[in-house]
């Protein structure tokens, strides 16, 4: 037990044993008055070990009263001390410290300061109180009036007179005792590790529907009998987010009720404000004790936590406090779990406008993009991809990738692949559109080197773009591309065989003028195209990397006869079983096949092109 607690049991313990010094007559003390003088003894004894932090005394004892006017009682003007006899019977509680010099806060400065409320109770509930001042010790001290016993009872002296006198507890009738909240002890043994626990639980949930079922479940059946939590809509409006009873089948009449009365948006800044009890909250009909906190972090109210304990007719002050604590945390982690659900939402819609909301269909060519970012929660990562239209007969396609995932190789990306969409758009072919490119990223990273200095990262791009022409005649399409330091395109033809489609040029974003050039491939029908990033190419497996040997070719090679999404499934398959580690780069696969004609009428009486191939070879639509 603490010191509040061991204070309060023997301030309890002294006045229901009825003892008095000096005297023959009785005095009871009423059970009001016991209650009054254990609370106030436990804000005293708190405040002294607090912030005091020395060895604390507690002396109770009861005065007998019957000073008349002109002596024993403190005259007009002078300052009542405890050792002072009133007319009228009471009892005197003084709390010591061994601080004599530490100030004794009250008033309405107190909850300024941080203090506790106990001198406030005291002027509330005291007949009288104050503060003696000693050379090593200072002393708080209160009394509280008792009630004389009627003259119709005996007592009993046990020694002579002079001596303690112990009188029986039937000198006077005790009226039935108030049913107190069983919890007020656990709360000053265990309040402080609950705190702890309920601060961990709560510390990194990004779900604000999570956190208000952490609450419900941390709170019930430890502070409260059951428990609801509204939270602000972004209408300002409250919504009854969840409500948790240690009855179970209590839980959806008990919503019920509550949804008909919610709390006003206006609840206030700080401390409980009671509630109406809800008759449906217990089975008994007995009723119990409801309080109502405001959920309120940065300034913003968050929504309103409600608890309720069945059987007491108030909550004690220590589970009040020590609810109005969780709420505090409550509050916090919701703000938290909001911001985050904020930037997750802008950081999609951001990352949604780096690639493309669909892919163009190029009639008589097939084609399949993969593609799975690295970075947990990412949408979008460095790698990135397109294919639109330009005009009637010529389609543009481009697969890129940008050094880093984090935001700022996202922001590359989004630059990038809007650039080349303007520049095909006026006209620019193959090698302008990376030339131009080119310039406006030598003149991005000097414009973040002038700013950021030598913590300016370089940002290096690498680019595989090209222009198809399908033949809508004979089958098959022109291909005029060029790869700027990116992994070499593929080119699969009908007899099994594998070789690179384009040359090796230099990486966007090094130097000003690297002359850019491009290649032009004619795919037969029946012809596949593959060009993946870097993902895939430096796949490790210990010191083996998947394209080691020419590995890519050779998976390329076992390909032959399956359509598009079948041969880019074949490659992101092969890339994920190449090592047991999971991937750890972005990873982007685009197919182009050109169609043979035959398919290409089937397309037109209803089957996809080389959809039969595809579900024969490989099983794979």
Not at 245 to 264: M, N, Q, S, Y
Not at 335 to 360: D, F, G, V
Request: net charge negative; aromatic share 4%.
């Amino acid at each position: 037990m603490g010191a509040p607690g061991a204070a309060r049991a023997f301030v309890r313990t002294a006045l229901t044993e009825q003892s008095t010094t000096e005297t023959y007559t009785p005095i009871a003390v009423d059970e009001r008055s016991v209650d009054d003088a254990v609370l106030l003894v436990s804000e005293l004894v708190t405040n002294a070990v607090l912030h005091a932090g020395t060895r604390v005394e507690v002396i109770c004892r009861i005065q007998p009263g019957g000073a008349d006017d002109e002596g024993g009682a403190a005259g007009p003007g002078e300052t009542p001390g405890p050792d002072d006899v009133p007319k009228r019977p009471g009892v005197v509680v003084e709390v010591v410290d061994l601080h004599p010099a530490s100030t004794v806060y009250g008033g309405p400065e107190t909850q300024r300061r941080g203090r506790g409320r106990g001198l406030q109770l005291i002027g509330a509930l005291a007949e009288s109180w104050g503060v003696t001042y000693h050379r090593t010790r200072k002393a708080v001290w209160f009394r509280l009036d008792a009630e004389r016993a009627g003259p119709a009872y005996d007592t009993v002296p046990t020694s002579a007179l002079g001596r303690e006198l112990r009188f029986a507890e039937t000198l006077a009738p005790i009226p039935p005792r108030e049913q107190r909240d069983p919890t007020t002890e656990w709360v000053d043994r265990g309040g402080p590790s609950f705190l702890a626990e309920a601060s961990e639980l709560l510390t990194g949930q990004l779900d604000e529907n999570m956190v208000a079922a952490l609450a419900g479940q941390l709170l019930v059946p430890r502070l409260a009998d059951w428990c609801a939590v509204w939270l602000v809509t972004e209408s300002g409006r409250l919504q009854l987010a969840r409500v948790w009873h240690g009855d179970e089948r209590r839980i959806d009449a008990l919503r019920v009720a509550l949804e008909r009365h919610p709390p006003p948006t206006g609840l206030g800044s700080a401390g409980g404000t009671p509630w109406p009890w809800p008759g449906v909250a217990d089975s008994h009909g007995t009723g119990g004790s409801a309080v109502c906190f405001p959920l309120i972090a940065h300034g913003r109210s968050h929504g309103a936590l409600l608890l309720g304990r069945a059987g007491v007719p108030r909550l004690s002050e220590g589970v009040v406090r020590l609810s109005e604590d969780v709420a505090r945390r409550v509050a916090q982690a919701v703000a938290t779990a909001r911001q985050y659900t904020r930037q997750a939402t802008i950081s999609r819609a951001l990352q949604r406008r780096q690639l493309p909301m669909s892919l163009a269909h190029i009639p008589g060519v097939d084609t399949a993009i993969v593609y799975e970012p690295h970075g947990e929660g990412q949408t979008v990562g460095g790698d990135f991809y397109d294919l639109f239209p330009m005009g009637s007969r010529r389609w543009c396609f481009l697969l890129g990738d940008v050094q880093g995932s984090d935001p700022e190789a996202m922001s590359v990306t989004g630059l990038a692949r809007h650039l080349v969409r303007l520049l095909a758009r006026e006209g620019h072919g193959v090698e302008s559109v990376l030339s131009r490119l080119n310039q406006a990223l030598v003149e991005e990273e000097t414009e973040a080197a002038e700013i950021g200095g030598e913590q300016a990262r370089p940002r290096f791009l690498s680019l595989l773009y090209g222009e198809l022409e399908p033949d809508p005649e004979g089958g098959g399409a022109r291909c005029t591309l060029a790869s700027a330091g990116h992994p070499l395109p593929l080119r699969l033809t009908t007899d099994g065989a594998v070789a690179p489609a384009a040359t090796p040029q230099m990486l966007l974003g090094i130097d000003e003028h690297p002359g850019f050039h491009a290649d032009t491939v004619n795919l037969a029908p029946g012809e596949t195209l593959l060009c993946v990033t870097d993902g895939v190419t430096e796949r490790r497996n210990g010191t083996r990397q998947l394209d080691d040997d020419d590995g890519l070719s050779e998976i390329l090679r076992g390909c032959v006869g399956l359509g598009a999404k079948a041969v880019a499934e074949r490659v992101r398959r092969a890339t994920h079983d190449f090592a047991a580690e999971p991937v750890d780069d972005d990873l982007a696969v685009l197919v182009l096949e050109a169609v043979p004609p035959v398919s290409r009428r089937g397309c037109r009486d209803g089957a996809g092109p080389g959809r039969d191939r595809d579900r024969d070879r490989d099983g794979t639509v």
